[in-house]
């Protein structure tokens, strides 16, 4: 039991420290990304700005398994600003889906994603 009073404490710190919406080492957050805690999808794409380690979260996976960790994703086709940005970069006629209604693009390649764009300001 005294050994997981410094436990919490340190948790409670961490917490005290690194709260909110948009923090990327909320605990709330990094326990999303283990896949352990239901955090709202949409907010995490907010969080996912900030994040050094965003990539992690989506290369090398399949669709199914980015529908898995994000509810769903949409065709290029659906979202009209990011097409536009899609059609007018360097990806354009490689395989692309988005993360949700967002502004995520995730390049695929042979049925799995190599690359995570955010289409902002193109």
Not at 6 to 20: D, K, Q, V
Not at 41 to 52: C, F, H, K
Not at 94 to 103: G, P, V
Request: proline share 3%.
């Amino acid at each position: 039991m005294a050994g997981a009073l410094p436990i919490l404490l340190a948790l409670a710190a961490w917490e005290t420290f690194y709260y909110g919406p948009y923090e990327h080492k909320d605990l709330r957050d990094q326990s999303w990304k283990l896949g352990v805690y239901p955090l709202k999808i949409d907010g995490a794409l907010e969080t996912m700005v900030v994040d050094p380690h965003r990539d992690t979260l989506v290369l090398g996976k399949t669709k199914e398994q980015l529908e898995s960790k994000f509810g769903y994703v949409s065709s290029i086709g659906n979202n009209s600003y990011v097409s536009h940005c899609y059609n007018n970069s360097s990806y354009r006629g490689t395989s692309a889906l988005i993360i949700r209604d967002s502004n995520w693009m995730v390049v695929m390649k042979d049925g799995r994603a190599v690359k995570l764009v955010l289409a902002k300001g193109c």
